[in-house]
Each structure stands twice: as C-alpha cells, then as structure tokens.
C-alpha cells in the first residue's frame, strides 16, 4: 500500500458508465471483492470503502478526527481496478469520492454486498444502505445488495451475478429521483433462487439485551445482544420474499416526511 494520490482518479474511457463501489464490512471484505469484479464486467469501477469493519453504523459521518485515505490493490485479475480504504464510515466514503477523490460524477453508485441481510427495520441501522442513500441524495442512481448469510466463508458468486443484472438495468432504466434500491439475495445455489420479485419492507422491531459485565476496576460495561422479530409475514414483504428463495428488491426513499399526517396535524389547536 502507499499514500492517496494527490489527483481525483483519472476514468481511462467516457464510453463505459463509472460505477463507484463502496460497503460498510471493510474493503477487505469478500463481498466487496465480488460486487467490484462483477461491476467490472459492464463499466468502469473505482472502489472506495471503509478500511474496517463499519457495520450498523448507520447515516454516521466522521465530524472530530481527520480521515485518512490510503489505496489498495486487490491483486490477481483485479488488480487493474484503482481502490481507495478510508478511515472513515460508509457515508464518508461517498462524500469523500464524490467532492474530491472523482473527477466526475459516476453513472451509478452501489454498496455491498454485505454479509447479512438488511431486511424490515434494519435497513435505518445498515451503513450499507446508508452509503447508497447518500449517493442517491447527490443525484447518483443507488443501490445496495446485501446476501441473506451470517457464514464468513459464504458463496457471493451467485448474489454477484444477480448484482450485475440488477445494475445493468438500473443503467439502461434510471430510477426516479430520492429513491434508492435495496436488494436481498438469498445464500443458497444460484440454480435455486427462484427470481426476482419487488417488495416493501416488512414490520419488525428487535427484540433487544444489554448483558451487564464489570471491568477489573469494577465499573460497569455492556455487551449488547438483539434478535430481529418479524411482525409481517405477508407475501409482498422482503423477508418473506427472501426466506422463500426469491432475489428481493425493496425501493426506498430518503425523504422521511409522514405526507399522510400533513393534513391531519394542520387541524390541531395549539
């Protein structure tokens, strides 16, 4: 590894889209690895991505200490592919391509794929989802794809393949402005996932532990433990979708506005 050039990324051709990659499990991450590979297959790539692990962190940015910027080279075949580790989160990863390390604006901007699904509520913790938020928010068409596995020596072939579909529609269509895409691939054999369908997020809420433990000085520390509950086992959920084999893709907007309850508060006396 060496120090950051001191140039925004020189794109070798205007002819192919720029595809910026980034995550939040670290650009040492397989996934990473996967989705950047299958990204090279039908545009330029530039990756860009935390240089540890970043997972729920969230639409967090890095506000107190200086980010440092350093490459890497991912090697073999891949070694071609200019990438960049940051010390910072996923949304700084963005922020930091796109006002200085770029030199023009990429056709599209994608994240993962991250070990873990980031399905019903989860997808306001995931720093996967984030970084595609805030690519979106600049005007970038965004997605994140995150695989349905908690295995460290999962198979990210087939979840990269569906990745390199779902992009290159995504190139050819354009999606509207404010929304971003979330795509869960289930970890099973690529001859198995039964398609693709489109899919809202499903009700859920976590069910939540604080396991209390005490330093050698005896103060106190906690070790947090959750487990996502459910609430919505309806056909045309992303859980649902994903647990019966099928690729879900749920869009999403950043704009959090409840619209619906505009009207209603108008009504109230203060």
């Not at 505009?262 to 009504?267: A, E, G, H, L, Y």
Request: hydrophobic share 35%; glycine share 8%.
């Amino acid at each position: 590894m060496s120090s950051a050039p001191e140039q925004p990324y020189l794109v070798q051709s205007r002819r192919k889209p720029l595809i910026l990659v980034t995550n939040d499990d670290g650009i040492h991450a397989p996934g990473i690895r996967a989705l950047a590979k299958a990204m090279d297959e039908i545009g330029e790539v530039v990756v860009i991505a935390p240089s540890t692990e970043q997972s729920a962190v969230g639409h967090s940015i890095t506000l107190y200490s200086p980010i440092r910027v350093v490459e890497h080279n991912f090697g073999g075949d891949m070694s071609h592919i200019p990438a960049m580790g940051i010390t910072g989160t996923p949304c700084d990863c963005m922020k930091l391509a796109l006002h200085e390390l770029l030199h023009r604006k990429p056709d599209l901007a994608v994240s993962g794929i991250n070990k873990g699904s980031n399905v019903a509520i989860n997808v306001i913790y995931s720093g996967t989802i984030s970084a595609a938020t805030e690519s979106s928010v600049n005007g970038i068409d965004s997605v994140a794809f995150s695989l349905d596995t908690t295995d460290i020596n999962a198979d990210y072939t087939p979840s990269a393949k569906y990745a390199k579909l779902i992009a290159e529609k995504v190139l050819r269509s354009q999606l509207p402005r404010g929304v971003v895409l979330s795509a869960n691939i289930p970890d099973i054999p690529e001859d198995e996932i039964k398609g693709i369908k489109i899919t809202r997020q499903a009700r859920s809420q976590w069910e939540e532990v604080f396991v209390g433990r005490r330093d050698p000085s005896n103060k106190p520390y906690y070790w947090y433990r959750g487990m996502l509950n459910i609430l919505d086992d309806s056909e045309d959920t992303d859980s649902t979708v994903v647990d019966g084999g099928y690729v879900s893709i749920t869009p999403l907007q950043y704009d959090r506005t409840a619209h619906g309850c505009i009207d209603v508060m108008k009504t109230w006396k203060w």
